[in-house]
């Protein structure tokens, strides 16, 4: 924009914001540290992000709406004439950011904090009025693409509600606590009943009344670190969701997870909406061993203990991370929803380490029938790509790693068992080690390349270098929705040899590399606090020239599944880098062939699916919660939501027979003589199904 124009705009606007700011109860004055933080974020950016991007008004829109964002996700504190009174701002950012200006920041969160207490207040009101639950309303459940609100008047009827819904969700989970209760004790005695009544209660309204408080108390302790990352944060996510500013406090918080990463309970959580969701549960941590917290849960509250849970939906995530985390052996109660429609529950977690051994391949052997004969086909579980550089690089006798283990493991069922193909299980595997992915793939195809890396200034490529050596067998490979990053790559290398086949849903899409700067490192900032970036230098491509980002892997026989890529996966993700080829390699297909068999195999599936009750059951649940998923209001009457959590009770119920909550990927399942796991996983019955096809088709076409 002009120049000249853009610094009238600011001197004038600075006057209003000094004004506001001299009565501001902590101190926001920008100083040198915050101006240099700010100028070198961007520089950094700007000189090393793989997208070299450039400052300009676009940027500054897209910074302006996602820290609004940041601040206020559904539109339930500013006004309509706050965001007009800042709209100066909208295309002078790219101006203000790179000469180290971030007041727009401090002014915007300044009024944030005034329009978060006037809704505490108004809050505080509505909880002294009586609250009928037998009106027949709706409240809207997701209001983060709806238009910014008037006047305080339409704000107080839209909190009425939200808070009508609040304290009726508390109203349904004692309900439905007593039922449970009632139930238990028919089953053991009646004093159990007596325990339950007897057992004090926080008033339903006092709980909400003190998450705002304690909200509004937590906004209140932010200081000028806090508010400069939302800020920096929100400008490091216009060139990608995986490129973030962290401060001080936050990276040795960060570098502590790290430490502390096989203590605690096991879970990675992100930010979606004011609500800490869960993004996936580790393999061999706590949370996977209790078995109820599941990936796509929201955490509305955190208690140590027995102590009452604190409500956390609006709370910065890194202090929900620190209260989650804690001492192993202590107890952690999280009550969470499974989404924005149903009732709160409670989930105690023991926090522990997380066992090694939980995490690492794991191998079976099933036996089938093939041409009247009996046949052995092994599945090998590998929930992610772990490897012991330092242990490794010392030569330490036992350091973990994911291709010594599976060679291991390999090795006993070619040469004891004998068998005579394989389905290795990556469901849910989120990545880890590139180094491994690479050398697990060497082990099936005989040679040449696996993986391209681009960065901004050249391509290499990653190869096979294990001399040839490799299985020479059928080959299954199963994928989901979280599946990620280097399993996207091994799945990626044995699609595109033609060495396998790619079975059950379409995998996560993360196709990019990031890189974490100390920038204590920069010789400006070294006597500072200046915290950390992360930042995207670089694509994974496969060999055909096709990036994993975004599309992933698409599977050449699909699973019906609940858990989508369209709803989970990496393409959902705001500011996300675009999907894109380049020159493929030249590659040595295997003589296998195995994609030559795919109108065999998917017609053989298909019909068994057609036929097996499980799976048409899992269909009928599939839409039914996609119906259920695709609804805007949630009803505000007492009877409906009783009716509407039995529905979704019996639903969850079904559902868990048929997934068995997928067993064999907690319990050592080393099958020995032949003995199966007690658990049935209809999606691992089916590949070895078609493992069995495969093996069919191969054995006749050789007579």
């Not at 505490?120 to 409240?139: A, G, P, R, W, Y």
């Not at 950390?532 to 599944?561: E, H, M, N, W």
């Not at 907690?666 to 658990?679: F, N, R, T």
Request: aromatic letters at 10%; glycine letters at 6%; a neutral charge.
């Amino acid at each position: 924009m002009n120049r000249f124009f853009a610094v009238f705009i600011l001197l004038t606007s600075l006057i209003g914001f000094l004004g506001c700011v001299a009565h501001a109860q902590q101190d926001v004055k920008a100083n040198l540290e915050e101006k240099l933080i700010a100028q070198y974020v961007v520089k950094v950016m700007e000189q090393f992000h793989y997208s070299t991007p450039k400052m300009n008004d676009t940027v500054s829109e897209m910074l302006f709406d996602g820290y609004l964002k940041r601040l206020d996700p559904n539109r339930y504190f500013f006004l309509e004439e706050d965001i007009k009174t800042w709209q100066i701002y909208k295309d002078v950012l790219d101006d203000m950011l790179p000469r180290g200006d971030v007041q727009f920041a401090y002014r915007v969160y300044e009024k944030y904090l005034e329009r978060v207490k006037e809704r505490v207040d108004h809050i505080s009101k509505l909880l002294q009025e009586n609250i009928s639950f037998e009106d027949d309303e709706f409240v809207t459940m997701d209001r983060k693409n709806m238009p910014w609100v008037k006047s305080k008047e339409e704000l107080d009827e839209i909190w009425r509600k939200e808070v009508k819904n609040q304290l009726l969700q508390h109203k349904l989970a004692e309900i439905l606590e007593e039922e449970k209760a009632k139930e238990g004790a028919k089953k053991d005695n009646v004093e159990a009943k007596k325990d339950t009544e007897n057992k004090p209660k926080q008033d339903i309204k006092e709980r909400v009344s003190k998450r705002y408080e304690r909200f509004y108390r937590f906004l209140k302790e932010h200081d000028n670190y806090d508010i400069l990352e939302y800020f920096l944060d929100s400008f490091t996510e216009v060139f990608d969701p995986h490129s973030n500013y962290m401060n001080w406090r936050a990276i040795q918080d960060f570098e502590i997870s790290l430490k502390l990463s096989l203590q605690g309970i096991g879970a990675l959580l992100t930010s979606e909406d004011g609500y800490p969701k869960v993004e996936r549960i580790v393999p061999g941590g706590a949370a996977e061993q209790q078995g109820q917290l599941k990936a796509g849960y929201r955490i509305i509250a955190v208690g140590q203990g027995n102590e009452t849970p604190e409500a956390v939906i609006d709370m910065p995530l890194n202090k929900v991370v620190r209260k989650i985390r804690g001492k192993k052996g202590t107890q952690v109660t999280l009550v969470v929803i499974k989404d924005l429609h149903s009732v709160p529950f409670q989930i105690v977690i023991t926090r522990d380490d997380i066992k090694l051994t939980d995490r690492a391949a794991k191998g079976e052997v099933r036996e089938v029938t093939l041409n009247g004969k009996k046949s052995k086909l092994g599945v090998l579980f590998i929930p992610s790509f772990y490897r012991d550089f330092e242990g490794i690089q010392q030569k330490e006798e036992g350091a973990k790693s994911t291709v010594q283990d599976v060679r291991v493991i390999l090795e006993g069922m070619v040469k004891k068992d004998k068998i005579d193909g394989l389905v290795i299980d990556l469901r849910s595997n989120p990545g880890g080690s590139l180094e491994e992915a690479i050398d697990l793939a060497g082990l099936f195809i005989p040679a040449g390349p696996v993986v391209q890396i681009r960065s901004m200034q050249d391509k290499y490529v990653r190869e096979d270098n294990d001399n040839g050596f490799f299985y020479d067998m059928p080959l299954v490979v199963m994928v989901n929705a979280f599946s990620a990053s280097a399993s996207e790559i091994f799945a990626g290398a044995i699609q595109d040899y033609n060495r396998g086949i790619i079975v059950g849903q379409n995998t996560y899409g993360k196709g990019t590399v990031q890189n974490l700067l100390d920038l204590t490192r920069l010789t400006p900032l070294k006597n500072f606090k200046p915290g950390a970036l992360k930042y995207t230098t670089a694509k994974f491509y496969r060999v055909t020239g096709a990036s994993t980002q975004q599309k992933g892997v698409a599977p050449d026989i699909a699973y019906p599944a609940f858990v989508t890529v369209e709803e989970y996966g990496e393409a959902t993700l705001k500011n996300v880098m675009p999907w894109d080829e380049i020159e493929p390699l030249t590659l040595k297909k295997t003589d296998h062939e195995a994609r030559e068999y795919l109108p065999y195999l998917n017609k053989k599936h298909l019909k068994r699916v057609e036929k097996d009750s499980l799976f048409q059951e899992l269909k009928d649940y599939i839409t039914w919660w996609k119906e259920r998923k695709n609804r805007k209001t949630l009803s505000l009457n007492l009877q409906k939501r009783i009716a509407l959590n039995k529905e979704d009770e019996q639903w969850a119920k079904r559902i868990e027979k048929i997934l068995e909550d997928n067993k064999h990927a907690e319990e050592d399942v080393v099958v020995k003589d032949e003995k199966k796991s007690d658990s049935k996983d209809i999606y691992l019955e089916e590949s070895v199904n078609i493992l069995r096809d495969m093996i069919y088709q191969i054995k006749k076409k050789q007579s």
